[in-house]
């Protein structure tokens, strides 16, 4: 058992999120052209057909189906960084010389087994804490993880085919949701890795259609906040919400909505938070 508080998510409502955003990227891929499958994602090494493989791969390794061999050693590629990184090259290698109608017919099989299987699975299982990518968890706060990481690979085909997701598009259950995901770390991101000082409190006000006002008060350590209790931030950063989760991500800023960042208040303990946004592995 987690010896740290544990998340307990509305069963329905992650899987409300999930689905949707299987069911939008299905739409997306139907009919692309096989030049399309091959355009150049945001994430180094990987086009529009790896990232699907990518998501094929993490949603069999959650219904017990083991990873493809790889031909050749993809730990020693530049872009593979850990074990996570090497489980999804084998799925991306193997996948890569398939036609782009296979592989989503693939992507469309694995998701109506893992829907079943998620649809069927008890309360007790649902909070059941196990292993995850955030450390030991519920499956539920597994399945929000599974949202946000297949909402962004969304925003990246997006990018990849200039296809970018319409205002009434980005709001919804998916993108909510990853943006609690996002939320959620942003605790460790101002006070490990952009270290603001004791004292601070830092206002996120994200604008255009995926709007949210996050609170991070640093109080011996680092905490996400309802409010500051009454007190002002010391520093703000205002910027558009979907550009906001490209920067969490790790990813180039988004070309279809507005690049510019206000930063208010404490302007350095501000830009050393934008400059470590970047959580993921």
């Avoid at 355009?39 to 949603?59: N, Q, R, Y």
């Avoid at 990481?149 to 990849?160: K, L």
């Avoid at 943006?179 to 991101?189: F, K, P, R, W």
Wanted: hydrophobic share 40%.
């Amino acid at each position: 058992m987690a010896d740290r508080p544990v998340t307990k998510l509305d069963k329905s409502e992650v899987l409300a999120g999930l689905f949707g955003v299987w069911d939008d990227i299905d739409a997306l891929l139907d009919g692309l052209e096989e030049a399309d499958w091959q355009a150049p994602s945001p994430l180094p090494g990987w086009d529009v057909k790896a990232l699907v493989a990518h998501m094929i791969g993490t949603e069999s390794f959650l219904a017990g189906i083991d990873a493809p061999q790889p031909d050749i050693d993809v730990s020693a590629l530049e872009h593979v960084r850990n074990d996570i990184g090497v489980m999804n090259e084998c799925w991306v290698r193997q996948l890569s010389s398939e036609a782009g109608a296979d592989v989503l017919a693939r992507f469309r099989d694995i998701t109506g087994d893992r829907r079943k299987a998620l649809t069927n699975m008890s309360a007790e299982e649902w909070d059941a804490v196990r292993p995850t990518p955030v450390g030991p968890e519920t499956y539920g706060r597994f399945m929000r993880v599974r949202v946000f990481d297949c909402w962004m690979h969304e925003q990246d085909i997006r990018e990849a085919l200039a296809r970018p997701s319409s205002d009434d598009a980005l709001r919804g259950p998916a993108s909510e949701l990853s943006l609690d995901e996002i939320a959620s770390t942003m605790g460790y991101v101002v006070g490990k890795r952009a270290k603001a000082p004791d004292g601070s409190r830092i206002l996120f006000e994200l604008t255009g259609p995926v709007a949210r006002e996050i609170r991070v008060n640093v109080d011996g350590r680092a905490q996400l906040v309802d409010d500051f209790g009454g007190g002002e931030p010391t520093a703000t950063i205002r910027l558009d919400g979907l550009q906001f989760t490209r920067l969490s991500g790790g990813r180039p800023m988004s070309p279809a909505r507005a690049q510019d960042i206000e930063l208010g208040g404490d302007q350095d303990v501000a830009a050393q938070v934008v400059e470590n946004l970047n959580f993921v592995i």
